[in-house]
């Protein structure tokens, strides 16, 4: 059974700190693209950040220098550290995994967590 289990989301004033984690289990977690995406109250998901199953790395241009995205393959993880927050990072953290050659096309994804950054 595929399953991706975010944490580490909650409240935190303007300029503070988050570490989200996707715990990833039920698939070749290494071979897969993993990212994170977000959903703000009226708004579409979008792409927050993404890490190729060799490290490769992109970042939405709101998020570049302030947000990192790492994985651990060994542990099945993947994580999003969100430095200097702004109140427009409020939204529910979505951790996604994708897979596309050709013969396989899976795309999974977690039930999210919420971050509000607020004073």
């Known amino acids: 059974q595929v399953q991706l289990v975010e944490s580490g989301g909650g409240l935190v004033q303007p300029g503070g700190s988050l570490r989200l984690s996707c715990a990833a289990s039920g698939f070749l977690f290494r071979m897969y693209v993993m990212s994170w995406y977000r959903q703000a109250p009226g708004k579409e998901r979008e792409l927050v950040a993404s890490?190729?199953?060799?490290?490769?790395?992109n970042y939405a241009d709101g998020v570049k220098g302030r947000f990192t995205i790492t994985r651990d393959n060994a542990n099945n993880t993947v994580y999003l550290q969100m430095n200097s927050l702004k109140p427009e990072d409020t939204a529910v953290y979505y951790c996604?995994?994708?897979?596309?050659?050709?013969?396989?096309?899976?795309?999974?994804w977690g039930q999210g967590t919420q971050v509000t950054v607020s004073s």
């Open positions: 996604n995994a994708v897979r596309t050659t050709s013969t396989v096309s899976n795309n999974y």
């Open positions: 890490i190729t199953s060799r490290g490769t790395t």
